[in-house]
């Protein structure tokens, strides 16, 4: 997942969860109450605050070690703060869609997927570029033209 922060000045930080340390990860999980890195990715995919300021909060731990989370603040996290998915993430969307799917109902399962995919990619290009790899790349051209 990338993490996104835009400042108050219209630039963008973003840091990926596949930057962090596995002792950043634990600290994340940590600070917010013991919770799994599994149910903490979920919360990253429903745009939770917590935890896309505890990944934010683990990442400035770099630079100042005295950070408290529980004073770590986000004003306006609503309009500053989003969640994305990564191109290896949307390869293992597709992966196990294909994976359940059987012969043509993949396409059928892969199409329904592409609005949401789109909306949570980081870098739309990346979603082409995972069907493309999939060799199911028609689908998302036909996707852009009935739109």
Do not use: C
Not at 17 to 45: K, V
Not at 69 to 83: C, E, K, Q
Not at 94 to 114: C, K, Q, Y
């Amino acid at each position: 997942m990338i993490i996104s922060y835009t400042h108050e000045d219209g630039t963008t930080e973003a840091v990926s969860t596949e930057d962090l340390s596995a002792l950043e990860s634990a600290a994340i999980e940590d600070a917010m109450g013991g919770t799994p890195w599994r149910e903490i990715e979920d919360r990253l995919r429903g745009q939770d605050p917590t935890a896309m300021r505890a990944v934010l909060w683990a990442v400035r731990r770099r630079e100042n070690r005295g950070l408290v989370f529980s004073d770590f603040d986000v004003p306006g996290w609503r309009r500053r703060l989003t969640a994305r998915i990564e191109r290896s993430e949307i390869d293992d969307v597709f992966n196990s869609i294909v994976a359940e799917a059987l012969g043509s109902s993949e396409d059928t399962s892969i199409d329904a997927m592409l609005p949401h995919l789109r909306k949570l990619a980081h870098d739309p290009a990346d979603i082409q570029a995972a069907l493309d790899a999939l060799g199911k790349g028609h689908l998302a051209r036909s996707a852009d033209s009935a739109d």
